[in-house]
Structures are given as structure tokens and as C-alpha cells.
């Protein structure tokens, strides 16, 4: 395992996902929608969890602090980086996996991530943040993640299957 490779590709990863998260994306102070996850599932298919949680809260991070959208709260860092940790567990595998149990390992992640950690625990940081009704931003933040979910789960069966193959790190 070339450590420096590594690190170049989770330093582009994590480039990347700052500009997916901060310039190409759509921000309300309720919804977030932004194709940010992808550098995170491909750092998770190919490394791993490990990676991937270092690789999704330094997104956060390096975007909150260089280019912020409002004040910055170390929830959603947290929240990233679970992201990244349940992608990295879900996804990564050594060995070729079956269409069925890709799409399903990459269904459970994408729930898990949609609707735990973006829906619920990503609503009760704004609701300390901003003091709005939880009762009123989990729907709103349900119908997001339910609209997205297919989108995310497409996009990760593609890169899983166009990634693996071409990017050997280890």
C-alpha cells in the first residue's frame, strides 16, 4: 500500500468535495442538495471506513471554514463524518461483489445515511442552531431525502462499477 497515493487521492477527494459542497449546490437554511457524497462513496469503495470518515468531516470542515454559508456548528461535522464511516462500512469490499448484493449493501447505506443521519440528526442541529419546530423540518427534510435517495444509490452502483477497476491503491 503506496501511502503517498493515498494521500493524493484523498486529498483530490476531499478538493473535490468541497467544490461539489460549496459551489455547485443548491442551499436553503433548511435543505442542503449537492452531489458532495460522491467523492466520500468513491473514497469508501475503494479505502474503506477509515478513509472515508477522514476524508467526509475534513470536507466539512475545510468547506465550513473557507467558505462558509453561516455560522459554523461542529454537529454537522459529526454528521459527515458518520456519513463516511457508514458508507466506508457498507461499501467497501475486496472482492467482487453480485449486482444484488451491491445494490443491496449500497440501498442500506443510503437509508441508513438519508434518513438517520441527514433527516433526523442533521434536524436536530438546526433546531439547536436556529430554534426552529423539529416537528416542522423532519417532513420537509423527508420528502428531500426521499426525492434524492434513487439518485444516490444510482450513482453509487456506477461509480463502484466504473471506480474499482480503474483506481488500484493497494
Known sequence: ?????????????IALGVILSRFLSINTP?????????PIIIVAEVLGWKYSTIVAASIDLIGALLFPFGT???????????????????LY?????S??????????????????VHAVLNTIW????YN?????????????QLLILPFQVF??????RMIKDKIRLK
Request: include cysteine.
Open 155 to 160: 450513482i453509487a452502483i456506477i461509480c463502484d
Open 30 to 38: 433548511i435543505v442542503q442538495i449537492s452531489f458532495s457524497f460522491v
Open 72 to 90: 459554523y456548528f461542529f454537529g454537522f461535522t459529526v454528521s459527515a463524518a458518520l456519513s463516511g464511516f457508514i458508507y466506508g462500512i457498507c
Open 132 to 144: 426552529k419546530y423539529f416537528d416542522l423540518l423532519l417532513p420537509i427534510r423527508y420528502i428531500k
Open 99 to 116: 449486482s444484488k448484493k451491491l445494490l443491496i449493501m449500497t440501498l442500506i447505506a443510503c437509508l441508513v445515511i438519508d434518513f438517520l
Open 126 to 129: 438546526l433546531r439547536i442552531m
Open 1 to 13: 500500500m503506496n501511502k503517498t497515493r493515498i494521500i493524493s487521492f484523498c486529498g483530490i477527494a
Open 93 to 97: 469490499h475486496k472482492t467482487e461483489w
